[in-house]
C-alpha cells in the first residue's frame, strides 16, 4: 500500500502560479504512474494531468494543457504540479492518485491510491 498526502495550494490570485507536492510514504510509486485530479464543490471529479512509468509519457487535460506541468522526482517519492496562468475556474480541491498500473489514466476508477487533497482558490 501506498500513503499520499498533498501540499501547496493557497489563495492566489488569477494569473498566479503555484507548485503543488504529493509525496508518498510506504511502497516506493516508481512503477506506477500517477495522476492529478481535482474537484470542486458540487462537479465530478475531474482528470487534470497524468505520468505515465513508461516512456517518459505526460499528457494534460485540454484545460489546463500548457500551463500546467507534471513531474516527479523517483527518489523523493515526490509527484508535482506546477500551475503557472492560474484562472478563477481553476479553483478546486487537487488530489494526487496512484494508478493501478505502470500507466497514468484519465479516469479515477484506474486509481487505486488517494491523497486527502490540497485547495487552491484563485481570485480575479
Known amino acids: 500500500q501506498v500513503q499520499l498526502v498533498e501540499s501547496g495550494g493557497g489563495l492566489v490570485q488569477a494569473g498566479d502560479s503555484l507548485r503543488l507536492s504529493c509525496v508518498a510514504s510506504?511502497?516506493?510509486?516508481?512503477?506506477?504512474?500517477m495522476g492529478w485530479f481535482r474537484q470542486a464543490p458540487g462537479k465530478e471529479r475531474e482528470f487534470i494531468a497524468a505520468?505515465?512509468?513508461?516512456?517518459?509519457?505526460?499528457y494534460y487535460a485540454d484545460s489546463v494543457k500548457g500551463r500546467f506541468t507534471i513531474s516527479r522526482d523517483t527518489a523523493k517519492n515526490t509527484v508535482y504540479l506546477q500551475m503557472n496562468s492560474l484562472k478563477l475556474e481553476d479553483t478546486a480541491v487537487y488530489f494526487c492518485?496512484?494508478?493501478?498500473?505502470?500507466?497514468?489514466?484519465?479516469?479515477?476508477?484506474?486509481?487505486?491510491?488517494w491523497g486527502q487533497g490540497t485547495q487552491v482558490t484563485v481570485s480575479s
Open positions: 492518485a496512484r494508478d493501478r498500473s505502470t500507466s497514468g489514466s484519465r479516469r479515477y476508477i484506474d486509481y487505486d491510491s
Open positions: 510506504g511502497p516506493t510509486f516508481s512503477h506506477y504512474g
Open positions: 505520468s505515465w512509468w513508461i516512456g517518459g509519457i505526460t
